[in-house]
């Protein structure tokens, strides 16, 4: 079982800046696919950001420009780093890593990390 751990979510202010951590087992992020979701209260969970195997990045015009995907090999973590913080960007957020098989593709998801943006 891959197992991922999410860390560094909080309370901030309109305009702030969080930066979002994402451990995970073994070594799982040269392997997998990964990227960050979120889920609001009431809404579905949506993309934030993905990044491939080979480090191509995708990320949702929502956060484009604002939001940062990033990788520290030493330690095999995922970051995320989130600046410009809106109030529409509180969720529960969500470290994902993923494999594609021909009959379909296969999650691992890690616990999520509450943010919070409110004046």
């Known amino acids: 079982q891959v197992q991922l751990v999410e860390s560094g979510g909080g309370l901030v202010q309109p305009g702030g800046s969080l930066r979002l951590s994402c451990a995970a087992s073994g070594s799982i992020f040269s392997r997998y696919a990964m990227g960050w979701y979120r889920q609001a209260p009431g809404k579905q969970r949506e993309l934030v950001v993905g990044i491939t195997r080979i480090g191509s990045t995708n990320y949702a015009d929502s956060v484009k420009g604002r939001f940062t995907i990033s990788r520290d090999n030493a330690k095999n973590p995922l970051y995320l780093q989130m600046n410009s913080l809106k109030p529409e960007g509180t969720a529960v957020y969500y470290c994902?890593?993923?494999?594609?098989?021909?009959?379909?593709?296969?999650?691992?998801w890690g616990q999520g990390t509450q943010v919070t943006v409110s004046s």
């Open positions: 994902n890593a993923n494999v594609e098989f021909p009959t379909g593709r296969y999650d691992y």
